[in-house]
T-cell receptor, first 115, second 117 residues
Framework: GAVVSQHPSWVICKSGTSVKIECRSL??????MFWYRQFPKQSLMLMAT?????????EQGVEKDKFLINHASLTLSTLTVTSAHPEDSSFYIC???????????FGPGTRLLVL | AQSVAQPEDQVNVAEGNPLTVKCTYS??????LFWYVQYPNRGLQFLLK??????LVKGSYGFEAEFNKSQTSFHLKKPSALVSDSALYFC???????????????FGAGTTVTVRA
């Protein structure tokens, strides 16, 4: 089956620093990638959608200057949390899809803790 | 607008018994429907999907789901549950209507399944 990886799986950082999370589709080309945020025991909240080579489309209420998304190739998207604060601590999950009719495959998630 | 409802926060069953996790959806066009499972501190694993065709869809780990258009439901089922099936299950829908211009998934709130030995 399709595999999506995320790196790192855990990150602890100091308040004010920036953190980059990578999402890779390992065995397929992802024309679209999605970034989600999940709070404990809650559903996934879509943050943004990115198509390869274009600017990401952010959901209402998500600060695009704080959560920078780059989708430079068909197999890699990055999410950078800039000037992270403790309220940014969360579980971030990426997802990749090949074509509009396909299923979305999810990465294993990245747990971010901002101290 | 599209939405998904998972009416049960928790489902508890004994090992070996049938397992059902309920899902209903709302879309303006035809739906693409998905089930995912999430284990603690892990991402979502794809179980199965309905795009078109046979209403009964078979997926991974012995799970299946039945698309019922009249009841707008897509319940997940497993004939004989295992302890290892204990996890958080999400139903998701995507509207295929041409007026739906984003093709994004909407997730239900999730159902925690506990299978006791």
């Amino acid at each position: 089956g399709a595999v999506v990886s995320q790196h790192p799986s855990w990150v602890i950082c100091k308040s004010g620093t920036s953190v980059k999370i990578e999402c890779r589709s390992l065995d397929f080309q992802a024309t679209t990638m999605f970034w989600y945020r999940q709070f404990p025991k809650q559903s996934l909240m879509l943050m943004a959608t990115s198509n390869e080579g274009s600017k990401a489309t952010y959901e209402q209420g998500v600060e695009k200057d704080k959560f920078l998304i780059n989708h430079a190739s068909l197999t890699l998207s990055t999410l950078t949390v800039t000037s992270a604060h403790p309220e940014d601590s969360s579980f971030y999950i990426c997802s990749a899809r090949a074509g509009q009719g396909g299923a979305q495959y999810f990465g294993p998630g990245t747990r971010l803790l901002v101290l | 607008a599209q939405s998904v409802a998972q009416p049960e926060d928790q489902v508890n069953v004994a090992e070996g018994n049938p397992l059902t996790v309920k899902c209903t959806y709302s879309v303006s066009g035809n739906p693409y429907l998905f089930w995912y499972v999430q284990y603690p501190n892990r991402g979502l694993q794809f179980l199965l999907k309905y795009i078109t065709g046979d209403n009964l869809v078979k997926g991974s780990y012995g799970f299946e789901a039945e698309f019922n258009k009249s009841q707008t439901s897509f319940h997940l089922k497993k004939p004989s549950a295992l302890v290892s099936d204990s996890a958080l299950y999400f139903c998701a829908v995507r509207d295929t209507s041409p007026r739906s211009n984003d093709y994004k998934l909407s997730f239900g709130a999730g159902t925690t399944v506990t299978v006791r030995a």
